[in-house]
């Protein structure tokens, strides 16, 4: 059964750090297993923030490029989310997202998800 955990939200100053990370259990990071963070803001749609595939490479949003790095560690089946510079706008809810290549008959492959750590920054 596949299980991810999200840690190391919560209060942060603006200008301030945080770091996330989102264990994964169940599965194994292998190069072509592509993983994201997305965050979703009360009263907004979820919004991708970061992702790392094999195919397109490493992408980040506008709003945090230059400000927030994605990395992921196939030894520690891990995917983390350095945010520098934290804005207000940066508060919500993040979540951890991995996709699984599948056989040929299931081409999106198998999607799982965190159950969110909540990010809060204060002005």
């Known amino acids: 059964q596949v299980r991810l955990v999200e840690s190391g939200g919560g209060l942060a100053q603006a200008g301030g750090s945080l770091r996330l990370s989102c264990a994964a259990s169940g599965i194994v990071f292998r190069r072509n297993v592509g993983v994201a963070w997305y965050r979703q803001a009360p009263g907004k749609q979820r919004e991708l923030v970061a992702s790392?595939?094999?195919?397109?490479?490493?992408k980040y949003d506008d709003a945090v490029k230059g400000r927030f790095f994605i990395s992921k560690d196939n030894a520690e089946n891990t995917v983390y989310l350095q945010m520098n510079s934290l804005k207000a706008e940066d508060t919500a809810a993040y979540y951890c997202?991995?996709?699984?290549?599948?056989?040929?008959?299931?081409?999106?492959?198998?999607?799982?998800w965190g159950q969110g750590t909540q990010v809060t920054v204060s002005s």
């Open positions: 790392i595939s094999s195919d397109t490479g490493t």
């Open positions: 997202y991995v996709n699984i290549p599948g056989p040929i008959e299931r081409p999106r492959g198998y999607d799982y």
